[in-house]
């Protein structure tokens, strides 16, 4: 199974009030993240991460059954690799 990682060659990234800011430093695109985009890149900045790693993990924090967050998800992924923010591997 594939595991994401933070491009860190393209991407530079802060928090500000609980939202995550990246930059896309090829293109200059910037990127707002919603509070579970936030939480989901922040994962992927502290480790390497297959999607039902991540899934678990938003399934807790949120209280929701994985199932329910699972689309969403890898939607938010395809959406950060598509923009080459994060890398799969």
Do not use: H, K
């Amino acid at each position: 199974m594939p595991a994401y990682a933070v491009n860190r060659d393209r991407a530079v990234w802060g928090v500000v009030d609980g939202e995550a800011a990246i930059i896309n430093v090829d293109t200059s695109f910037y990127y707002g993240l919603n509070a579970t985009g936030t939480f989901i890149w922040t994962l992927l900045v502290e480790n390497e991460l297959s999607l039902d790693q991540i899934v678990a993990r938003v399934s807790t924090r949120y209280r929701c059954p994985e199932s329910e967050v699972r689309e969403d998800v890898r939607r938010v992924l395809e959406q950060l690799r598509e923009e080459q923010l994060i890398l799969e591997r």
